[in-house]
């Protein structure tokens, strides 16, 4: 499925290099955070998580960056390989209930 | 292993007709969660169901649309008298449900909808 769609950043990077990519979250009162990625015509794909006890976790080719006192996040691939190319949401989870509130999404687009 | 699974992947239908989405959790999941992606609005939460919980029905746009949950497991999504702004694509998602932290949601492909 589509994301947002036409007004939707996008993060055009060369393959090999790295992307960044960030996100502003609103509740501070979230302790959980998720980072999806979403290709075209599928659902969100998990790709790392973070607790708000942590401030970095590292994954295979990925590390989420966790701000708390700027309420920001973000998402660093190594790397960057052309099945890298969707759109990334963060996701945050705040400690009643289990709903996530979704970002507006990032495009990233790999060029060979 | 399986997956969440969702079906119809899509469905075309008129404006004024009810429709039903599936979603079949991951096995085992207890927590079961209803998202919408429109254009331009991103995802939304719809509905969230949690073993034999009353689900939390505060994302639901309006009383068109409601959800069930049967047997915890399966869940259908209807929409009622659609209209064309219910036009979007609808993601299940499933978690394996009880913990009192934030737990990784798993999502399905999504069911596409198109309301003419």
């Known amino acids: 499925g589509e994301s947002v769609g036409l007004h939707l950043p996008t993060l055009s990077v060369q393959e090999g290099d790295n992307s960044i990519i960030n996100c502003a979250y609103s509740?501070?009162?979230?302790?959980?955070f998720i980072w999806y990625k979403q290709e075209s015509g599928k659902g969100p794909q998990f790709i790392i998580d973070i607790r708000s006890n942590m401030d970095k976790r590292q994954g295979q080719r990925v590390t989420v960056l966790l701000n708390k006192t700027v309420k920001h996040l973000s998402l660093q691939i190594a790397a960057t390989q052309p099945g890298d190319s969707a759109v990334y949401f963060c996701a945050e989870q705040g400690a009643a209930g289990n709903k996530l509130t979704f970002g507006g999404g990032t495009r990233v687009l790999v060029k060979p | 292993g399986a997956g969440v699974s969702q079906s119809p992947s899509n469905k075309v239908t008129e404006k004024g007709k009810d429709v039903e989405l599936r979603c079949d959790p991951i096995?085992?999941?207890?927590?079961l969660y209803w998202y919408r992606q429109s254009l331009g609005q991103g995802l939304e939460f719809l509905i969230y169901f949690q073993g034999n919980s009353a689900p939390d029905k505060s994302g639901l746009p309006s009383d068109r649309f409601s959800a069930e949950r049967t047997g915890g497991s399966v869940s259908t999504l209807t929409i009622q008298r659609t209209q064309q702004e219910d036009s979007a694509v609808y993601l299940c998602?499933?978690?394996?449900?009880?913990?009192?932290?934030?737990?990784?949601?798993?999502f399905g492909p999504g069911t596409r909808l198109l309301v003419l």
């Open positions: 509740n501070s009162a979230s302790d959980y």
């Open positions: 096995s085992g999941h207890t927590a």
């Open positions: 998602a499933s978690s394996l449900g009880g913990s009192l932290q934030g737990e990784t949601q798993y």
